[in-house]
């Protein structure tokens, strides 16, 4: 401990290329938390699900739709609680580049289904009454700037929905309560567009809720064999098997953000090791005369790497702090549709700052073994 | 520049451990760069490889992809009937009418379901499309509940090859072909007749119609005439620029990502050359002195600087895209956000994105070497020499 002060002096010693490996470091601990909280947000979608929710999806893809008579028969299925039932309505709101999801809902037990779409008791009495009203996400209502009680008009993207335009009043702006649920989205009545649609009376997806979560996939597989060789084959998952599918077609996120991760702390060894090295091969006189007043190899070797720990540690806590600062669902605004929400939390700051020690330690190994295993009398006889 | 050249290049082998080091950072910003870029373009050269631009796709007024078109049954001979079309010798229309849904396939690598993309053509599918090319089997005889399937789909989906029975849409289809088609996305497709997928699939009418203009570059009196014609509610896009707008959804997604993780990695290479060359430039402040004093011009010294700077990075930029190289023709998926379908495609490597990794790592060199730079050539020559 009493070395303190002499790292801190050797750390000051140079201050502008001290700096710039802070920045160094600092960056790349921005960059990495930020992936880490991009990945994170996938997960949460997942680990966020009800475990006791199930999906039902036409088997062939979820693009088809199913008859409303399935509903019934879903209900009937022992340990099924509650059922409700969605479709994805995919409109354009003014320009095709304002992507966000909509879906047509049947309001009350789609409500109490997901108990985690947070509306005050007006707002759902409101919305449930009004059939062509709609709730939409307080995310959506920031990014557009809705406003209760606003008319909005949205052009149905999918022929089976006529080529009418929808009049919709916004009803309530929800917050979603989880992962679980999008804060971008759209939601109105089922009713609403049934009443235009060729052919109708179809759904998109059930949502079933059972009475035991560890009963699920058995009581998903016996909704399936209801429907099996009917026209309209079911496929019924948990809902957290189906977001993780779900996030697997957009690609290997894992592989590709892991690898450029890895990337990122190459490079920022090569910067930090390279700073290590220069400060050690200034100080070769120095360390020389350390040794010959009686300091140890030992000592000499735990200097070096406590003044490459401290420099990437600082970095380390500015580019956490500024990742959790900047990267944050609110000020980015990038999520929505696909991209479920994702911000840099806690642990990815703890992550991220773990990561800056690692460096600042595996950077300064070869520098410090090169210290500690000067030989005195040639460092001496050495002019810089 | 001979003398200062040669020197400054030596300068930087004599300190070759501190030079290894600041090219492996730019090698690592490089190859980055060039991978991630290499993803952008290999997902854009998928679609844009499956336009033609002797080709013309038909979709609704106003529909911005197949999956949201619709084109009725009695429009289609309207279509054929046209003289821009294209016709074979036996003077049959080269057009071709098409459905596509997408039905589940359980991935290969992860056992996953994926979307995959059902394509419903014509007869003349094949001569329509002519970068087609069998490479086992034959083609589905029109009528029979026979599909293709490309070569990308059968490498990524469970269930695909030859002679294998797929069930969807109420029926039972045997694989007879796998095709390739230059990497285009159609590789990631299957491909059947379009009057069975139709009431296999509960549509009526196609989707959108492709044909081959019989004079590409009169593509706009094509485009005039069917605008003019009352029954046709179509509007034709050359295929080329269709296929091309198909990819831009995904396509800047993947650019935004690799720009905002290459630039905000590129500022820590370039800190990193810069404390190189700050260190460079103070080892060495006494030759400095020398050069000045022997009549080198500051212009000359801060020349040499920045070359040694760019020098030192382009050799990082050439490890950068050896490193990158692996990864062409790299085979992956990634969801396709206008078609809601999975589609396959290979890393693309392109010498251009090789020659922009090399600009780039250049680039970060003479940043990096900018300011030591002018810091050598500012150093007073007196003091310079007085330094030990």
Redesign the interface.
């Known amino acids: 401990m009493k070395f303190v002060n002499l790292v801190l002096k050797s750390v000051r010693r140079n201050k ?2 001290t700096t ?2 802070v ?3 600092a ?2 601990v ?2 990495f938390s930020a ?1 880490r909280a991009v990945l994170d947000g996938f997960d949460a979608v997942s680990a966020a699900s009800s475990a006791t929710r199930v999906v039902t999806v036409r ?6 739709s199913m008859p409303t008579s399935h509903e019934q028969t879903i209900r009937s299925t022992p340990g099924v609680e509650d059922v409700t039932w969605a479709n994805w309505f ?1 409109g354009i709101y003014k320009d ?1 580049k304002n ?1 966000f999801g909509q879906f047509a809902v049947d309001p009350v037990s789609y409500l109490r289904m997901y108990p985690e779409i947070l509306l005050s008791e007006e707002d759902k009495k409101a919305f449930i009454e009004d059939r062509t009203g709609c709730i939409v996400g307080d995310g959506l209502a920031k990014k557009y700037g809705f406003k209760l009680g606003d008319k909005i008009t949205i052009q149905p ?3 089976v929905y006529g080529s009418q335009d929808y009049e919709f009043t916004i009803r309530g702006i929800y917050r979603a309560g989880s992962s679980a649920v999008d804060n971008q989205s759209m939601m109105f009545h089922w009713k609403y567009a049934d009443e235009r649609s060729t052919p109708k009376a179809q759904v998109g997806w059930y949502v079933t809720r059972v009475s035991d979560p560890d009963r699920a996939a058995k009581i998903a597989l016996a909704i399936d064999q209801q429907f099996s060789n009917s ?1 309209y084959e079911t ?1 019924t998952d948990t809902e957290q098997a189906f977001s ?2 779900f996030a ?5 996120l894992n592989l ?1 953000l892991g ?2 991760a890895l ?2 702390v ?3 060894l ?2 930090a ?3 290590m ?2 400060s050690v091969r ?1 100080r070769t006189t120095e360390i020389a005369v350390m040794r010959t007043l009686g300091f140890r190899a030992a000592t000499i070797f735990s200097l070096v790497v406590g003044e490459g720990f401290i420099v990437a540690i600082g970095g380390g806590v500015i580019g956490a702090l500024l990742a959790r600062a900047i990267v944050n669902a609110e000020s980015l605004g990038l999520a929505g ?2 991209i479920p929400m994702f911000g840099v939390n806690n642990r990815n700051v703890l992550v991220g700052l773990g990561l800056s020690a690692f460096i600042g330690v595996a950077a300064s190994l070869i520098p410090a073994t090169m210290a500690s295993r000067l030989k005195i009398v040639d460092a001496l006889r050495r ?2 | 520049m001979g003398l200062i050249g040669s020197y400054n290049l030596r300068s930087m082998i004599v300190r070759k451990g501190t030079a290894a080091m600041t090219a492996g950072g730019i090698a690592m910003v490089v190859a980055v760069f060039v991978m991630t870029m290499a993803i952008a373009q290999g997902f854009r050269g998928a679609l844009v490889a499956s336009g033609s631009n002797d080709n013309a796709i038909l979709l609704r007024k106003g529909a911005t992809s197949e999956t949201v078109s619709g084109v009725l049954r009695s429009q289609l001979p309207l279509i054929e009937a046209m003289p821009h079309v294209a016709r074979t010798a036996d003077g049959q229309p080269l057009a071709s009418p098409e459905l596509v849904v997408i039905i589940s396939l359980p991935r290969k690598s992860d056992g996953n379901p994926a979307n995959v993309p059902v394509r419903g053509v014509g007869p003349r599918a094949y001569q329509v499309r002519n970068t087609l090319k069998m490479v086992e089997g034959r083609q589905f005889a029109p009528g029979s509940r026979e599909i293709n399937v490309g070569r990308q789909a059968v490498n990524r989906f469970g269930g695909l090859t030859m002679g294998s029975e797929l069930k969807f849409g109420a029926a039972t289809w045997t694989v007879v072909g796998i095709f390739t088609a230059d990497d285009a996305s159609f590789e990631s497709e299957v491909w059947g007749d379009v009057d069975l997928m139709q009431p296999a699939f509960q549509r009526n009418g196609y989707q959108s119609v492709t044909v081959k203009l019989a004079d590409p570059s009169a593509f706009e009196s094509f485009e005039s005439a069917v605008v003019a014609d009352p029954r046709l509610d179509l509007k034709p896009s050359r295929e080329r620029d269709y296929y091309e707008g198909q990819s831009s959804t995904t396509g800047t997604l993947i650019r935004i990502f690799a720009t905002f993780v290459t630039s905000i990695l590129s500022i820590g290479a370039v800190f990193g050359a810069m404390n190189t060359m700050y260190a460079a430039v103070a080892y060495r402040t006494r030759e400095i002195g020398t050069l000045r004093a022997l009549g080198f011009s500051r212009l000359r010294i801060i020349s040499a600087f920045l070359a040694e700077s760019v020098a030192l990075a382009l050799v990082g930029g050439v490890i950068g895209c050896i490193l990158a190289l692996p990864v062409n023709g790299l085979s992956t998926g990634a969801m396709n956000m206008t078609s809601f379908s999975e589609l396959a495609f290979k890393f693309r490597v392109t010498p251009g994105l090789l020659a922009g990794g090399m600009i780039f790592s250049a680039f970060m060199g003479a940043l990096g070497g900018l300011l030591p730079a002018l810091r050598a050539a500012r150093i007073p020559v007196a003091r310079a020499l007085r330094e030990i």
């Open positions: 502008r290329r710039l490996t920045l160094s470091v960056l790349a921005f960059l992936l088997s062939t893809s979820m693009i088809f995919g095709p992507f993207g999918i022929p026209a496929k993780a599918q697997s077609m957009l690609g290997n590709l690898s450029v990337a990122v190459l490079t920022t090569f910067v090791g390279n700073t090295a220069m200034e549709g696909f002019v810089a």
